[in-house]
């Protein structure tokens, strides 16, 4: 691991990476969205309206283990002082912020012809609700120092402290849910039919490799912008 | 570590503002809400005690822009490093003088937010002990949010965010005290938060001291 610790090797890895991954993410994200959006059967009970599935589930996926990377990437740093590692928290953090956003929006537009309303305190919406707000967290503290170093070690701390509560807040969002009997449907059918699931899954990793391809792309700036920063002060340090 | 709760709790004493804010804060934001619902005992009644925490958990933001603040100003975090005292000491002795300063004023004024509320007495005693035990959840957040945002811009609304996510699971098992298990569910939140906070803290003040 440590030999992508050099940004120049990173740099140009990911230059010869990102194509690929960009490429194939939009080719698969086209093929299983047009599959799941037009060409896969719609669900008996909830008719077309299903098919925002294809959408919001992988966005749910890939903003859950979008932040347990992130948390990752902060112990990586903290841990073995690994120095992507720690800007790498701040290149995934908006893009699953993002992601967690699409799913709520999504998750409320498909709520809205299935149970009527455009919020319900479902408990895996209220889990994706406070993800969301932990993403924002981190966000926002990496952006709060003057000096970027510091911030990030702050939010790679958030972000691995959020990690750790997690599992707490999404068994307590169960619990408080369940209190009130709620009608039981879930966003999901009983078990995936081979015709949904293929889509799902084509699409799925198609978001994956966009995600992948997002977060390098985000990395290669913050490199950039830490050089060009360094080359303002070395500047700056000579004249003076 | 007896002698910094100590001396953390002589200083507190000596600007009683610093524990008599939060306090009233708390028990301002419980008498809004009769105002912005209704004076009708039996809807207040049914929604004290998640009244009560809310307002407990706003009053807890307000501390922590000084916890750690006067310390790193006038280098007493420093000298504490050079004297090789561990950061998680002095994190578990400020959580520990926050929850005295902070939920001993707050049990005292909690029979005065029932009474406004409209809580039936009988069911003051448990959440009472819920709040007892969540505020030590709280006092850990807090500590560990000073940590995190120490000099950094963004002041109540950054701290607000980094606790409030954190905070959910208190808010969940402590307003509902009446349900099985409730409370020893929130008394395991709480634990949970205790230990890491002294750890995070630690990590983040030798961030900030660097």
Redesign the interface.
Known sequence: MHAYANPLRFLKLSEALLPWLLGLGLLLTGIGLGIGLFASPADYLQGNSVRIMYVHVPAAWLASSGYLGMALAALAA?VWKHPLAELAVRAIAPVGAMFAAICLVTGSIWGRPTWGTWWVWDGRLTSML?LF??Y??VI??AR??EDEA??L??AG??A???T??LP??K???E??NT?HQKASIRLSGSSIHADMLQPLLISALGFTLLFAAIVVMRMRTLIAEQRRTARLRRRVAVAA | MLALVRRDLALIAGRPGEWLLPVLFFLLVAISFPFALGPDAGLLAQVAPGIAWVAALLASLLPVSTLYAGDAADGTLDQLAVRRIAGETLAVARMVAMWIAFALPLLIALPVAAIMLALPMDRLPLLALGLALGTFGLAALAGMAAAFTLGARGGGGLVALVIVPLALPLLIFGSRPDEPGALRLLAASALLLVAISPFATAQALKAARS
Do not use: D, E, P, T
């Open positions: 903290r406070v707000l932990l924002l967290g926002a503290l709060a120092y510091r911030g070690k702050a701390l958030l691995i402290v959020g750790v509560n707490i807040i068994f307590s969002v619990w408080w209190l």
